[in-house]
């Protein structure tokens, strides 16, 4: 049986595989264990813990998992935990993991301006049947230099493919986007509201890395515009709406009417379920749900024959809202 002797823990598929990459690289020259070391086999020779993202481990619900897993490790070894923010909860986590007289260190530096205070930051408020045609449209602008350019969708993208090419658009979710190193990012565009302030602020990491310029655009439903008080010590300018081309409208409402109701009705539940789970965007469910129409109305669902929803606690859609769920 093959023993572990580093244990690194990182919240996403992706980033294990990035992690994985790196770590063959640093053990290919390795020149192994000494004899001596295999005569004195250890139950558990495990010697580093490595927390990698620490903050998103946590969004993501491994607390309890990780209690775990430490219970189960040497309590001499080596324990490293990284992560971007330091928000209250993975200060608790890092009692559990780490000694008592563990030393923290600061990459930044006092004095040293961080990534996102560096990065030039623009953010828009518009209804959310405008958000396809605004991401349209500031993309077009971003490229006009460099018009050959190429869509993916993360799901079809081998991470590796990323450092070879240039000119990408790169389509990502939260989940991938975590802890990920894509590198010479030069624009980050982030569709509605962030989850919290930290989450904001790890997407606009992405760019502006090793001294580079880089551009983050934070695109707002009128609903979500509260959010921008969380952000008031950040350089984040306001913008008015941009002026849309009429025609780019058309192309775009054409284009969603080809795409298949099964795909609209998933990014229906997917939305609402979202916005629920946001205390200020979950506290008034008869607003919540006319949001949803609207989000409904942008990718043409409604003509499609999909039911437009009201809220009620005693109707289905209601009962699952108030128990936090986003199907029915």
């Known amino acids: 049986m093959t023993r572990v002797f580093v244990l690194i823990l990182c919240p996403t598929r992706e980033l294990a595989s990035q992690i994985a990459a790196e770590t063959n690289v640093l053990l290919r020259y390795h020149d192994g264990i000494g004899m001596q070391t295999l005569k004195r086999p250890e139950s558990n020779p495990c010697q580093v813990c490595t927390l990698d993202e620490a903050g998103h481990l946590l969004d993501l619900g491994f607390r309890k998992d990780i209690e775990k897993i430490v219970e189960c490790l040497p309590r001499q070894r080596q324990s490293l935990l990284f992560t971007a923010t330091l928000p209250k909860e993975v200060r608790r986590v890092s009692q559990l993991v780490l000694q008592k007289d563990h030393i923290f260190v600061d990459t930044?530096?006092?004095?040293?301006?961080?990534?996102?205070?560096?990065v030039k930051q623009s953010c828009f408020v518009a209804p959310h049947e405008l958000h396809f045609q605004i991401v349209h449209q500031l993309l077009m602008e971003h490229i006009s230099e460099s018009p050959d350019y190429k869509v993916w969708c993360y799901g079809f993208l081998d991470s590796n493919v990323w450092l070879v090419l240039k000119r990408l658009i790169l389509v990502t979710s939260d989940v991938s986007a975590?802890?990920?190193?894509?590198?010479?990012?030069?624009?980050?565009?982030?569709?509605?509201?962030?989850?919290?302030?930290?989450?904001?602020?790890?997407?606009?990491?992405?760019?502006?890395?090793?001294?580079?310029?880089?551009?983050?655009?934070?695109?707002?439903?009128?609903?979500?515009?509260?959010?921008?008080?969380e952000l008031k010590d950040l350089p984040v300018e306001k913008f008015p709406s941009l002026q849309l081309d009429q025609d780019t409208k058309l192309k775009i409402d054409n284009s969603m009417t080809k795409i298949d109701t099964s795909i609209k009705e998933s990014a229906f539940h997917a939305w609402l379920g979202y916005y629920n789970s946001i205390r200020e965007t979950g506290r008034d469910k008869t607003t919540l749900v006319e949001q949803a129409n609207k989000f409904c109305e942008s990718i043409d669902s409604l003509e499609d024959g999909f039911e437009r929803h009201t809220w009620h606690k005693n109707t289905k859609v209601g009962r699952n809202l108030e128990h936090g769920k986003a199907t029915w």
């Open 178 to 229: 975590c802890g990920m190193n894509y590198p010479d990012v030069t624009l980050v565009i982030q569709v509605c509201i962030p989850s919290d302030r930290e989450q904001y602020i790890h997407h606009l990491g992405r760019t502006g890395r090793e001294g580079k310029e880089g551009r983050g655009i934070l695109l707002l439903a009128p609903l979500e515009e509260y959010f921008l008080d």
């Open 108 to 118: 930044v530096g006092l004095g040293s301006v961080e990534t996102h205070a560096k």
